[in-house]
């Protein structure tokens, strides 16, 4: 079902809207349950209430950081499924998020005195491994398949690193454990101060490239005959979603599918435009994540599920599907 061109605006606004409304609505569900009439009191009130203390302390960073690593991870999804041209492309399954994964469990675990620098290592790590299964999957360019073959393997490989560390370091695992499943528990405003520079950098860069995304989708010779330097532009787009999923892995950890999740409902209501679907995805990314991590920190009762086992339970017959779909 795709929407008319007036109606994507009034769609798109009124998500971004919605956005807001969840981020506050959702501050009053948790183990202590408030009032809508109480969190906004806290927002206006200078006195050291309970509310104010689980609203400004403890939910409502969370609620932000919810909305920021989901428009970042949707948005990493959508620029590179469009430069594949491959609906199955996204963070994880293209090895962004081990290789980033890998290396920040490196400082967490061996190296903490390098922890300042987490998100540009952990980007160099992502893009290194986004890099190496780019050139497994080339024969005569790139087909799905490949993709999600060499995706597997890389992830694997990485994956064992993972493990390996974990053992050599294994009293030392319990700090990076939320982290290796994708977590919000316990993040707090600086946590939002750290993501918040990087996603403005990204986020706004990736609307600077929705010309050139459409333009890819033509075709190379089409894009070479409109004076697009086609694999420049390949590496740009891939360069932004790389960043874009590094840095989020490197703070939240590893949250899956929803790089593959937000861009297919995206086109499935706006088209193939990029122009609409970044925006749309931007805002849908952090509407998922949201309701995501909210599900995580209340289905369980008293103990906390991470946010990524949540994504990964419904992102994972979502994938099937799509693979199965696609024909791949």
Known sequence: MKLSLSNK???IVLSFFLLLFLVIFFTTIGSVSLTLEEVIQAFFSDEETVARTIVYRMRLPRNILATLVGANLAISGILLQSVMKNPLADPGITGVSTGASVVAIFIILVAPHWIHALPLFAFIGGALACGLVFLLAWKNGIQPIRIVLAGVAVNSILGGFISLLSIL???????ALFWLNG???SKTWDDIYLLLPYSI???IASLFLIRSANVLQLGDESAKNLGFNVSRTRLLISAVAVF???????IVGVIGFIGLIVPHVSRMLMGSDHKYTIPFS???GGIILLVADTLARTVGGAIEIPVGVITSIVGGPFFLYLLRKKGA
Not at 244 to 250: F, M, N, R
């Open 169 to 175: 370091y294994s009293d030392r695992i319990q700090s």
């Open 244 to 250: 874009l999923a590094g840095v989020t892995t490197a």
């Open 201 to 203: 950098i990204g986020l």
């Open 9 to 11: 605006y009034i769609v």
């Open 282 to 284: 931007m805002v849908l």
């Open 183 to 185: 977590s919000l528990a």
